[in-house]
């Protein structure tokens, strides 16, 4: 690994189906090739009630997450699948309070632990042309504004920007980010989760809007004007 670093010139990994081995073993690795980023995939099932639902409470579901950080001594990430199953189960089935946990916060790994949460819609695995877990076609981009205004580390799936047509609405997303500084540590403040509308404020600097529900104009301070929109999604940011 150490001669793919200085030889070939990666410099960061990516730790496949990470909880087949243990987590001793990642962090041997971690140790002895010091990458500049590395992430894990922990993919572990939510927890469902009888309904075939997502239980509301995935607290230990993202809690395997942060255990498995933590165990591999804590400058890794790890992709959060708490987040992608939680985001688009709340979209398809129209639950947005899903958003919100019972501590007021995000309920996904970034809620716990964001500058170690690697956020993200789809990858080759859940997407493409796999599909084991694919995010609903029609609400691609509204995962987009959640995970590009959100706490995180996020990540755009190279299908969705070059094969889709999305380029252009997911550019503006992540300038907007850039431009207000929204980092991995940012600030969530969540001012409504409904059952078809979902506002939250990032660091008091941008405040995004998910949902069919049009009326959010009232949650809005009157010193924020629309950065971008597009099909059930307004981004504001402030002057």
């Known amino acids: 690994?150490?001669?793919?670093?200085?030889?070939?010139?990666?410099?960061?990994?990516?730790?496949?189906?990470?909880?087949?081995?243990?987590?001793?073993?990642?962090?041997?690795?971690?140790?002895?090739?010091?990458?500049e980023f590395a992430v894990g995939e922990i993919w572990n099932p939510l927890s469902y009630?009888?309904?075939?639902?997502?239980?509301?409470d995935q607290d230990g579901h993202?809690?395997?997450?942060?255990?498995?950080?933590k165990a591999v001594g804590g400058s890794a990430t790890a992709f959060d699948f708490t987040t992608k199953g939680i985001l688009q189960s709340a979209l398809v089935e129209g639950e947005l309070w899903r958003l919100k946990d019972s501590s007021g916060g995000p309920p996904g790994m970034i809620g716990l632990m964001p500058e170690n949460a690697v956020t993200?819609?789809?990858?080759?695995?859940?997407?493409?042309?796999?599909?084991?877990?694919?995010?609903?076609?029609?609400?691609?981009m509204q995962g987009y504004v959640y995970i590009l205004t959100h706490p995180g580390i996020p990540s755009i799936f190279?299908?969705?920007?070059?094969?889709?047509?999305?380029?252009?609405?997911?550019?503006?997303?992540?300038?907007?980010?850039?431009?207000?500084?929204?980092?991995?540590?940012?600030?969530?403040?969540?001012?409504?989760?409904?059952?078809?509308?979902y506002?939250?404020?990032?660091?008091?600097?941008?405040?995004?809007?998910?949902?069919?529900?049009?009326e959010a104009g009232h949650l809005v301070p009157t010193n924020f004007r629309i950065a971008t929109s597009g099909n059930d999604y307004v981004v504001w940011e402030k002057q």
């Open 1 to 35: 690994m150490n001669w793919i670093k200085t030889e070939i010139g990666f410099d960061g990994w990516r730790f496949d189906f990470a909880k087949g081995y243990s987590p001793d073993i990642t962090k041997l690795y971690m140790g002895n090739t010091r990458p």
């Open 49 to 56: 009630g009888s309904d075939g639902k997502p239980n509301y």
């Open 62 to 69: 993202r809690r395997e997450l942060t255990e498995w950080v």
């Open 120 to 140: 993200f819609v789809d990858n080759q695995d859940t997407g493409s042309r796999q599909k084991h877990w694919p995010f609903p076609s029609d609400k691609v």
């Open 158 to 197: 190279y299908d969705h920007f070059f094969d889709w047509g999305l380029k252009e609405e997911i550019s503006k997303l992540a300038m907007i980010r850039i431009k207000n500084g929204i980092k991995a540590s940012s600030t969530v403040r969540i001012l409504a989760s409904d059952p078809d509308l």
């Open 199 to 214: 506002v939250a404020a990032i660091d008091d600097k941008i405040i995004a809007k998910i949902g069919p529900r049009y």
